[in-house]
């Protein structure tokens, strides 16, 4: 009872305050004074302190707006206010979230999904109609609220058979299903119902007979849409729409759409003699529609660019098309966090037993995130010149699971599934999955002291993709938990047990709270003694549950069922690794490999929202996959820019795929999913290039110094770089030498002889030699600034004519085969060739197109210089009384000083470089946005993109 009266007088004193501008904790005070005097049977058992931080919370988060690319070629306008009126589904669930949400991320769900309802089509709209479109957001932030929301709203206006393709797996399809039972149904999906409906949710909101939907799934594992289900019913044009949520399985897509077919259809194409529905429109809404959704089948088109209509598309994709193609009245939204395949969807694939292929020609929205949301660039940073800026201390790196080489070890990087993992502890775990486990057990403690005691809390461990290996670490686990508790419970080895977790809590956990709470609002806490820590730990071990989540295992996660709140140990793979939400996750060791920019995102289940217990949140890793987070993180900032700049053009989303589909960006991306498992086209145009991966091998260095110093003795005498002028009387400064009207076969040259390390994906030296050549045939990229920028490492050389320090960057971990740095280039860097009057423009597009968005680097403030994609495009295009130069390229070199960084290494052995090392010669590129659609191919084969970068999935 408690618990529902904290959630009572929060939504009350919510309501008091939406429109009021003081919201101070004074004034949350005096509002649940109030509350609590009309109504005071609320007080009975409430925790008035965590009423408050709860308020506190909600009205410091804020939401970004969305952006869309759209397409509106045969679409009607039609969705206005008065549509709205009589909108119930809608006003149960908004009323239901607001019990849940802040008033801002409700006010958010309500306007996105508002404005993905309208580019849609109105289900009333007489005729054939077809609409598809993508929703981009991000991993685990609430994508199943918004499409939640528009289900609701599509069956307030009319669409009458909603079906909902959620993932391959039982459990994440049952997981699916409740969360739509509580926010769309409003009743529990049981196979049985004849014990009476059970309302749950919305439900309890109002609880009215003629708003119940009929359901053709059920929440149980074996919930799906079976062959005996279908036969005991038909589908009537009623009021009340279907749902079914279904796998993306071939077994029951097809008995779904034979049940279209037969029980559903009331015509017939005259042309293709296939069944059809004209009389009732449909929704589909596909989770994950990036994963098995796709085609990757080849050959869509032939060479003229006109559809194979004969073309056998791959079977999950061929099936979610036939059951579009079967409706005349049809809505398609695929949600996603990572929408490359979508985009690389062919948009003119059509064949005659499917119809046109997923490609999101309507619509692509990217949704923002509430300020609450922990992603990426907040977990792990973006790139700066000194390391990673604005990362948040919840990073553990892992180096004791395998053997140096990989080989051997607990669980070695590569391994059968008849590996069997041991390690010399007496445990069998390596110290950092001990350490782990240690970390999960505190945030637990201190979450129940905190008063989340009644909340969920888990741990991920995801170190193999073989049922059977998991197996073995789900033994050895449970193992050392059932130890573990033994030794505290019943006082044996009772101090050895305590003295680690007592170690990790006073050297990791209170440095972390203080420091996350300095960054992050929200997340200031009152200092919890170890005492009250240690006296709880009896009781919460007896709390923790191990399970092995995956195809094999019995073991489900079934949250919905529990009053005090599961505390869970969650071993896994696949089913782990896509789309299943693990509630109040806390802890996650993560060992897989894969470096795949999507399959790595979605593996990422520790992004999203942690509402007071941020700072007890941990990811163990490898410095490997930290690196490679790093680089998601800052080419999802890049993407996300191109987005923006393309939304204020007015471009469509086929322009985008266009754009997105030669993105340098996608060399991380399995090239099936592309659709073209050999040849990736690549642009670099509008695009930076920094190399940040450097070899430590002393010959591989001295011919790249060698192509450095080929490359300044071909060019000749240098002038010092000039100051640039800035508005208000500022100059850009820059010490170091210049050459200006370069001819371009000198940059080629340098290129061609300049050998980038294997693991500096977006820059491979010679396919931006082959990119540079072919502009240059067309007229752009001839003319080149080429500037050597000093740095402060107090060793200066000559470059033609030009004394030059060396510049100074420290290695930003210690890895054996590479030297690795943040950034190279200054924010500034990319402007040295622009005069005042080319700034001020490409300051205004940045500003012009810049919106608030939590999710950003920019977050609330507008920037005050202009950015890199912006100075590129003024250069390459143009602006009023700004004459556009695509022939010009800009070529910024360094020379980094081999000692100092050696700076921050931890250990003196740790030598990076021997004696006699050159300067490590370091570049970017920044290339002028163009019109021109070049590009240049990249082979690879399928067997060196696994080697490389690891399994798709």
Not at 588 to 612: C, E, H, I, N, V
């Amino acid at each position: 009872m408690s618990e529902d009266n904290k959630w009572s007088v929060i939504k009350f004193v919510q309501n008091l305050l939406a429109d009021e501008e003081d919201k101070s904790a004074q004034a949350i005070s005096e509002k649940i004074d109030v509350a609590l005097m009309l109504k005071p049977a609320w007080a009975l058992g409430l925790n008035r302190t965590e009423v408050s931080e709860e308020l506190i919370r909600r009205f410091s988060e804020w939401v970004g707006d969305e952006a869309s690319l759209v397409n509106s070629e045969g679409h009607i306008e039609w969705l206005t206010p008065e549509h709205k009126k009589s909108w119930r589904y809608w006003q149960r669930y908004r009323e239901w979230q607001e019990q849940k949400l802040s008033w801002s991320a409700v006010e958010s769900v309500d306007r996105t999904t508002d404005h993905i309802l309208g580019m849609l089509e109105d289900p009333k709209r007489e005729g054939a109609w077809d609409r598809r479109g993508m929703v981009v957001g991000h991993v685990q932030s609430g994508k199943t609220g918004s499409y939640t929301g528009l289900i609701c709203k599509s069956a307030d206006a009319g669409y009458k058979i909603i079906i909902v393709l959620a993932g391959l797996h039982n459990n994440l399809r049952s997981q699916t299903q409740m969360r739509l039972d509580e926010g769309f149904l409003g009743f529990e999906t049981r196979p049985d119902q004849s014990k009476g409906l059970k309302l749950i949710g919305v439900g309890e909101i109002d609880r009215s007979a003629d708003l119940r939907p009929q359901f053709g799934t059920n929440r149980t594992e074996t919930g799906d849409f079976t062959a005996k289900f279908a036969k005991s019913f038909g589908v009537t044009p009623e009021e009340r729409p279907w749902l079914f949520v279904v796998k993306k399985n071939k077994t029951v897509l097809t008995r779904l759409l034979t049940w279209i077919q037969k029980h559903v259809a009331q015509s017939i194409d005259p042309e293709t003699g296939r069944p059809l529905v004209k009389h009732l429109p449909l929704l589909i809404i596909d989770d994950e529609a990036d994963h098995a959704s796709v085609d990757t089948g080849e050959k869509v088109v032939d060479e003229n660019g006109n559809p194979d209509l004969e073309h056998e598309p791959k079977t999950i994709n061929s099936l979610i098309r036939k059951i579009l193609h079967s409706f005349t009245k049809k809505a398609y939204v695929g949600y996603t966090a990572t929408p490359f395949a979508n985009i690389y969807i062919h948009s003119h694939g059509e064949t005659i037993k499917e119809g046109p292929d997923l490609f999101p020609a309507a619509f692509i929205t990217n949704l923002s995130a509430p300020s609450s949301y922990i992603g990426p660039s907040k977990v792990f940073g973006l790139a700066g010149e000194n390391g990673r800026i604005g990362s948040l201390d919840l990073v553990r790196t892992v180096n004791d699971h395998c053997s140096e080489d990989g080989k051997s070890g607990w669980m070695p990087v590569k391994h059968k599934t008849s590996h069997v993992p041991t390690s010399n502890n007496a445990s069998n775990l390596p110290d950092s999955l001990v350490e782990a486990v240690h970390a999960f057990v505190l945030a637990c403690a201190i979450r129940k002291l905190r008063g989340q005691g009644d909340q969920h809390s888990s741990m991920l461990i995801h170190v193999t993709r073989f049922n059977l290996v998991q197996a073995h670490v789900h033994q050895q686990v449970q193992s050392y938990i059932s130890h573990l508790k033994q030794r505290i419970q019943r006082q044996q080895d009772y101090q050895s047990a305590i003295s680690k977790l007592s170690d990790l809590f006073h050297t990791d956990f209170i440095n972390t709270t203080n420091s996350v709470s300095n960054l992050v609002d929200g997340q200031d806490h009152e200092n919890i003694s170890w005492l009250s820590i240690e006296e709880c730990l009896p009781d919460l071990l007896d709390e923790i549950k191990v399970k092995m989540i995956n195809g094999t295992a019995g073991d489900i996660l079934d949250y919905s069922d529990s009053v005090t709140g599961i505390k869970v140990i969650a071993i896994g793979g696949d089913k782990l690794a896509r789309g299943l939400t693990l509630e109040g996750l806390c802890v996650s060791y993560f060992l897989r490999a894969s470096k795949m920019y999507d399959t790595l995102m979605q593996m990422g289940r520790w992004f999203g929202y942690r509402p007071g217990y941020l700072d007890l949140c941990r990811l163990y890793t490898t410095e490997d996959l930290v690196e490679w987070f790093e680089h998601i993180a800052d080419a999802a900032e890049e993407l996300r820019s191109e987005f923006d700049f393309m939304t204020a053009s007015g471009e469509t989303p086929f322009r985008y795929g266009l754009k997105v589909r030669s993105h340098p960006v996608l060399m991380v991306t399995s090239p099936l999913k592309m659709r073209t498992a050999k040849t990736l086209y690549l642009s670099f145009s509008g695009d930076v290039t920094e190399t940040i991966t450097f070899f430590r091998n002393k010959r591989a260095l001295q011919e790249n110094y060698s192509a450095f110093h080929d490359l300044v003795a071909a060019l000749g005498s240098a002038q010092h770089i000039p100051a640039q002028p800035r508005p208000e009387g500022r100059k850009d400064t820059w010490k170091g030498a210049q050459w200006s009207d370069v001819d371009a076969h000198h940059v080629i040259n340098f290129l061609r002889n300049y050998k980038s390390h294997p693991d500096s994906t977006k820059v491979q030296s010679h396919l931006l030699a082959d990119f540079v050549e072919e502009m240059q045939r067309s007229g752009e990229l001839t003319s080149w600034t080429v500037a050597v920028v000093g740095g402060s490492a107090g060793c200066a050389q000559d470059v033609g004519g030009v004394s030059v320090d060396r510049m100074k960057r420290s290695c930003k971990s210690f890895l054996n085969d590479r030297y690795s740095i943040g950034r190279l280039l200054s924010p500034q860097d990319e402007g040295m060739d622009l005069d005042e009057n080319s700034w001020r423009a490409a300051l205004n597009e940045t500003q012009s197109i810049w919106k608030p968005d939590p999710t950003r680097a920019q977050g609330r403030v507008m920037p005050q210089v202009p950015n890199g994609p912006a100075i590129r495009r003024i250069k390459g295009l143009g602006a009023p009384g700004i004459a556009a130069r695509p022939d010009k390229g800009l070529l910024i070199i360094s020379l980094l000083d081999p000692q100092a960084a050696q700076e921050k290494l931890s250990s003196e052995s740790d030598l990076l470089f021997e004696s006699g090392t050159p300067p490590i010669v370091a570049f970017a590129i920044s290339f002028p946005s163009s019109n021109s659609g070049k590009t240049v191919p990249y082979l690879v084969t399928d067997t060196y993109w696994e080697q490389r970068y690891g399994a798709s999935e």
